[in-house]
């Protein structure tokens, strides 16, 4: 398959490409619920293709791959998208990283720095005085911060202020889309979804081109100096308010000192020092100072020494970071429900839906729908067992012969709206078959539907009907909740993103049984 | 039970089923009153009560009404583990509370025990008798006790052209029970007398022969009281007839020749006078709806609670008619309902409004467009035009009135719960082939009209409608034929 990213199969399997379409696939699975544009054909086939991956050579097990399997199935769902949805291809483009950021900025520092010299006073060189002295203060500064932020490594904290202003630069091809449409509500929640996912990504990117543009206006700062130096004679000195000779010393020896030391170059003493002072009232031209050659060497080995190494060195680590990041990419909620729901299927093992109806003999309709709808909650793979029905009183026998599976990830109770609920029947068999599996398999998550589909079938829809089934609802929820068993009402008599939306809360034991006292 | 010195038979019928399949509902209905307590739950009835369906002379036909069976399966268990079943339920001491389900199973099978001489069986015709497996355990019970069973199928929904599919679901999973001597269509909120009746006679071949002489009289009785009940609502509506087909109003100063002309051409354009004139003749029409529809609310035993929803029915059955519109029967769809609209705010509002605008406004806009020249007539009266209702308009006016009689008619007690939405529209189509059959009939009532009054008109009305609603009634319960032919 062509991959844009030129990454291989064989390499680790989660790259930030692929996390990227994962994300997006995601969010318009999520708010596309009725399969409007990723039809259910589309999902079964990006299933297939992400199955395929797995079972190729060099087949990865577990959480490899698992994310081979997610970031195959959204590369080819995401493909089928972006061929349909022009806005689709525009967000996976416009989201990616631009890599003219990561010349641009420091070859405009290097400008920056090489350019500083020209605004700067004339032909002195300026002992005490920016650009030079501030510069190593200010590399100084952000050493010792580094230093302090190393320890409590808070790598929850999002992306710094100009890390955020880069990033505001990679989203630059980002239109505002109108939210009423179910792409535009799917392209708003990835946009939302990837820049938390990226944020520690791009905050790795932020720092290696941060660093690098440091070094870069460090060298253009020296390399100004030099070619101003080419064509004027710098004179080197220093003047101070409140410093004398001896204070101004003892600082040129501390930040200079290492420098003398590698270029073998000496600093003056106190009176030489003292000789380099600017005199005369309007501190004229030649009224002090020496040449500024040896100072010059100074501190381009200081700075390169102290700003463009180090810095250097930090790029390179946040670079290796960045790649890190970037070709193991970490996908946020992935233990959530959607990606537990897809891999369901991934290695050939897909949801096991056991349906025991109690009292009630649903037709082949009742049966399609509430499969269609597990399979909505569950996964494209899952797989529904029906139960022969059990006839209104046999719960006890049921129970005590029924063998179950332990393979089985859910196990619904299916009524009829129909039946007035007993405690002693209905109630049994829920409480009974929740105390069972509680015991043996506590794998499984038992629920309980009621069929609504009877009861509007027969008498109708009006305020009347409507009325009658809300408080014959509320016997159910009674009996249900004094059965401790979580329950669902549900007209089953058609399939629609809203029952599936609950149906999914059901199975995933976010609906909880009403307890009643 | 130890026998009182008593003169009188009484024939007892218990009415026996799972628990909430609506036993309580179904004795208000048949009772027309409100006994005991309704609500959709499990067990709410807890002991059984007798209640006074019919009497004649000494001899009564009492309904009883009994706790539901409950968790019959492991109590069928236990049943059948003692050597005599029936003897060893007997002898249990439930707890009433605790063990609630078996304590109104107790006290469902000690009615039927003592008291039945028929058990009435209702079923939830809602559920599917395969689904509903209780039904044959509780057979099995019915058949230890050994009284006959018949089958009443309730909880049916809106009344339907043919019931028999339904039944025969029913008698085939009963399959070949002994015990169960028929099965027949009893829903608490929309059954009508005649299928009382039906009742009655599948009741009466079961009894014991010492009962037969009383069930005979009773049943009489009853048919006495149901004809003249019928008879009364059909002269009630009767009169209502008589006077809007004698009702005529002048219209001020102008030829008739002029109304007539700008009425057929443009529908729209009538002068003030004439609208005046229409508004008065709409008035009293409403007015005579209003206080007929009381009469068979009257009738009917339905007052108070239950008399506000009928009409309210009937409005929306009027108001169903109306999307078809097409002809006289949008026309009188449109006119009915702002009528029966009106007559509901003001009952509503304590019967103060009575002739408001709302009434009239409903009506004249019923009679807006071509409506206006197929529903008033103009004639030539002594000072100027005059405008009456036309053939066809009051030939709806029947059809209406028989509608309105068979919503009264079928409105079941347990309104308090719940009540269903539109009619069937099958019934508008009955009702429109016997007034069609009748046309030439009406139409010369119609034109007997102008040279007769209200109270000679009647008599002549009050034949065609009785005849008319005994044709209706057996069209939908050919079991009514028997009774109405009387």
């Known amino acids: 398959m062509n991959r844009p990213d030129g990454s291989k199969d064989g390499g680790a399997a989660m790259t930030e490409d692929?996390?990227?379409?994962?994300?997006?696939?995601?969010?318009?699975?999520?708010?596309?619920?009725?399969?409007?544009?990723?039809?259910?054909?589309?999902?079964?086939?990006?299933?297939?293709?992400?199955?395929?991956?797995?079972?190729?050579?060099?087949?990865?097990?577990?959480?490899?791959?698992?994310?081979?399997?997610?970031?195959?199935?959204?590369?080819?769902?995401?493909?089928?998208?972006?061929?349909?949805?022009?806005?689709?291809?525009?967000?996976?483009?416009?989201?990616?990283?631009?890599?003219?950021?990561?010349?641009?900025?420091?070859?405009?520092?290097?400008?920056?720095?090489?350019?500083?010299?020209?605004?700067?006073?004339?032909?002195?060189?300026?002992?005490?005085?920016?650009?030079?002295?501030?510069?190593?203060?200010?590399?100084?500064?952000v050493y010792f911060w580094m230093l302090v932020t190393l320890v409590p490594r808070s790598s929850k904290g999002g992306p710094g202020g100009l890390s955020r202003v880069l990033e505001r630069l990679a989203r630059l091809g980002q239109r505002g889309f109108d939210r009423a449409t179910p792409v535009s509500r799917a392209l708003g929640r990835f946009a939302t979804d990837w820049s938390a996912a990226s944020a520690s990504l791009a905050a790795a990117r932020s720092a290696r081109i941060l660093h690098l543009s440091a070094a870069t206006f460090a060298l253009g700062v020296v390399a100004g100096i030099y070619f101003r130096a080419l064509g004027i004679e710098y004179r080197a000195g220093w003047e101070s308010t409140f410093l004398g000779p001896e204070s101004v010393h003892a600082a040129i020896s501390l930040v200079l000192g290492p420098a003398a030391a590698v270029t073998g170059l000496v600093i003056p003493d106190v009176a030489g020092i003292a000789a380099m002072r600017w005199t005369g009232a309007d501190?004229?031209?030649?009224?002090?100072?020496?040449?500024?050659?040896?100072?010059?060497?100074?501190?381009t080995a200081t700075v390169i020494g102290f700003v463009v190494i180090p810095r250097l060195v930090l790029a390179l680590l946040a670079a290796v970071k960045t790649w890190r990041r970037r070709d193991s990419f970490t996908l946020p909620e992935r233990d959530g429900f959607y990606f537990r729901r897809l891999l369901r299927g991934a290695h050939g093992?897909?949801?096991?839906?056991?349906?025991?109806?109690?009292?009630?003999?649903?037709?082949?309709?009742?049966?399609?729908?509430?499969?269609?709808?597990?399979?909505?909650?569950?996964?494209?793979?899952?797989?529904?067992?029906?139960?022969?029905?059990?006839?209104?009183?046999?719960?006890?026998?049921?129970?005590?012969?029924a063998e179950f599976d332990a393979d089985d990830d859910h196990h619904l109770?299916?009524?009829?709206?129909?039946?007035?609920?007993?405690?002693?029947?209905?109630?049994?068999?829920?409480?009974?078959?929740?105390?069972?599996?509680?015991?043996?398999?506590?794998?499984?998550?038992?629920?309980?539907?009621?069929?609504?589909?009877?009861?509007?079938?027969?008498?109708?829809d009006n305020s009347a009907s409507s009325a009658r089934l809300a408080t014959r609802g509320e016997a159910w929820d009674a009996v249900m909740g004094r059965a401790e068993l979580a329950s669902l009402r549900l007209d089953l008599a058609a399939s629609d993103p809203e029952k599936a939306q609950l149906m999914e809360d059901l199975v995933t034991g976010k609906r909880h049984p009403r307890v009643i006292p | 039970m130890t026998e009182l010195h008593t003169e009188g038979t009484a024939i007892n019928l218990s009415l026996i089923s799972h628990t909430n399949a609506g036993k309580t509902t179904l004795a208000r209905t048949l009772l027309g009153r409100d006994v005991g307590e309704v609500r959709d739950a499990a067990h709410v009835t807890d002991l059984a009560s007798g209640y006074v369906l019919v009497q004649s002379g000494a001899d009564t036909l009492m309904l009883w009404d009994t706790p539901g069976f409950g968790d019959t399966a492991r109590l069928l268990d236990r049943l059948r583990l003692s050597g005599n079943p029936i003897g060893w339920m007997l002898t249990q001491v439930w707890d009433r509370f605790r063990e609630r389900p078996l304590w109104s199973s107790q006290q469902a099978v000690k009615n039927a025990r003592e008291q039945a001489d028929v058990i009435l069986y209702l079923v939830n015709a809602a559920e599917d008798p395969a689904a509903a497996s209780y039904v044959a355990l509780e057979m099995d019970v019915l058949e230890w006790i050994g009284?006959?069973?018949?089958?009443?199928?309730?909880?049916?929904?809106?009344?339907?052209?043919?019931?028999?599919?339904?039944?025969?679901?029913?008698?085939?999973?009963?399959?070949?029970?002994?015990?169960?001597?028929?099965?027949?269509?009893?829903?608490?909120?929309?059954?009508?007398?005649?299928?009382?009746?039906?009742?009655?006679?599948?009741?009466?071949?079961?009894?014991?022969?010492?009962?037969?002489g009383a069930m005979a009289a009773l049943k009489a009785e009853w048919e006495d009281i149901n004809l003249a009940r019928f008879r009364a609502s059909m002269t009630a509506l009767a009169e209502a007839l008589a006077q809007a087909a004698t009702d005529r109003e002048s219209v001020r100063g102008s030829t008739w020749r002029d109304e007539l002309g700008s009425a057929l051409r443009a529908g729209r354009g009538e002068r003030p006078e004439t609208r005046e004139a229409m508004t008065k003749l709409a008035e009293?029409?409403?007015?005579?709806?209003?206080?007929?529809?009381?009469?068979?609310?009257?009738?009917?035993?339905?007052?108070?609670?239950?008399?506000?929803?009928?009409?309210?029915?009937?409005?929306?059955?009027?108001?169903?008619?109306?999307?078809?519109?097409?002809?006289?029967?949008?026309?009188?769809?449109?006119?009915?309902?702002?009528?029966?609209?009106?007559?509901?705010?003001?009952?509503?509002?304590?019967?103060?409004?009575?002739?408001?605008?709302?009434?009239?406004?409903?009506?004249?806009?019923?009679?807006?467009?071509?409506?206006?020249?197929?529903g008033i007539n103009m004639a030539k009266g002594e000072d100027g035009s005059v405008v009456r209702w036309s053939d066809d308009f009051f030939a709806d006016l029947v059809g209406t009135s028989l509608l309105r009689y068979l919503a009264v008619a079928h409105f079941g007690?347990?309104?308090?719960?719940?009540?269903?939405?539109?009619?069937?529209?099958?019934?508008?189509?009955?009702?429109?082939?016997?007034?069609?059959?009748?046309?030439e009939t009406i139409d010369r009532l119609h034109r007997d009209a102008r040279r007769m009054d209200a109270g000679e008109l009647a008599g002549g009305i009050d034949d065609v409608m009785r005849q008319m609603g005994a044709q209706l009634l057996i069209d939908l319960y050919p079991k009514a034929a028997q009774v109405l032919s009387r």
């Open chain 1, 283 to 299: 501190s004229g031209l030649d009224s002090g100072g020496v040449n500024a050659g040896p100072w010059i060497i100074l501190t």
């Open chain 2, 413 to 439: 007690r347990g309104r308090g719960e719940w009540e269903e939405g539109e009619h069937p529209a099958f019934w508008h189509d009955r009702v429109r082939a016997v007034v069609e059959k009748h046309r």
């Open chain 2, 147 to 212: 009284k006959p069973v018949l089958l009443l199928l309730n909880q049916m929904g809106p009344p339907r052209e043919d019931t028999t599919d339904e039944i025969m679901r029913w008698q085939n999973h009963l399959g070949e029970r002994g015990i169960v001597a028929g099965a027949l269509p009893m829903d608490a909120f929309a059954r009508v007398w005649v299928q009382e009746g039906a009742l009655l006679d599948t009741v009466a071949p079961l009894l014991p022969p010492e009962k037969a």
């Open chain 1, 349 to 401: 093992r897909a949801g096991q839906v056991r349906v025991t109806p109690y009292a009630y003999h649903p037709d082949a309709g009742v049966r399609e729908v509430l499969s269609a709808l597990t399979q909505d909650a569950l996964g494209d793979g899952t797989a529904l067992q029906f139960d022969p029905p059990v006839d209104y009183g046999a719960e006890d026998d049921w129970l005590a012969a």
């Open chain 1, 18 to 141: 692929d996390a990227r379409r994962v994300l997006l696939v995601r969010a318009i699975e999520e708010e596309d619920a009725a399969g409007d544009l990723l039809t259910k054909q589309d999902r079964v086939a990006a299933h297939e293709a992400g199955r395929a991956a797995l079972s190729g050579a060099g087949a990865k097990t577990g959480r490899k791959g698992d994310d081979l399997f997610l970031a195959r199935r959204a590369e080819f769902a995401a493909g089928r998208l972006a061929s349909r949805v022009p806005a689709i291809a525009t967000a996976l483009r416009a989201t990616r990283w631009p890599r003219w950021i990561g010349w641009a900025v420091p070859l405009g520092a290097f400008l920056i720095g090489l350019t500083l010299n020209e605004l700067a006073s004339g032909r002195r060189l300026d002992l005490l005085a920016f650009p030079l002295i501030g510069m190593l203060a200010w590399n100084a500064l």
């Open chain 2, 284 to 374: 009293r029409l409403a007015a005579g709806t209003h206080s007929s529809t009381d009469a068979l609310i009257q009738l009917h035993g339905l007052s108070g609670k239950a008399s506000r929803k009928v009409l309210e029915r009937i409005a929306a059955d009027y108001r169903s008619e109306e999307k078809t519109p097409e002809g006289a029967a949008a026309l009188l769809g449109g006119l009915a309902s702002g009528a029966v609209t009106g007559l509901a705010a003001d009952l509503a509002a304590g019967g103060l409004t009575l002739g408001g605008g709302m009434i009239v406004g409903g009506i004249l806009g019923a009679l807006g467009g071509g409506g206006l020249a197929r």
């Open chain 1, 413 to 460: 109770l299916l009524f009829t709206i129909s039946s007035t609920p007993e405690h002693e029947n209905h109630g049994a068999i829920a409480s009974g078959l929740r105390d069972a599996l509680a015991v043996k398999h506590p794998g499984t998550l038992v629920g309980a539907i009621i069929d609504e589909s009877p009861f509007r079938e027969r008498f109708g």
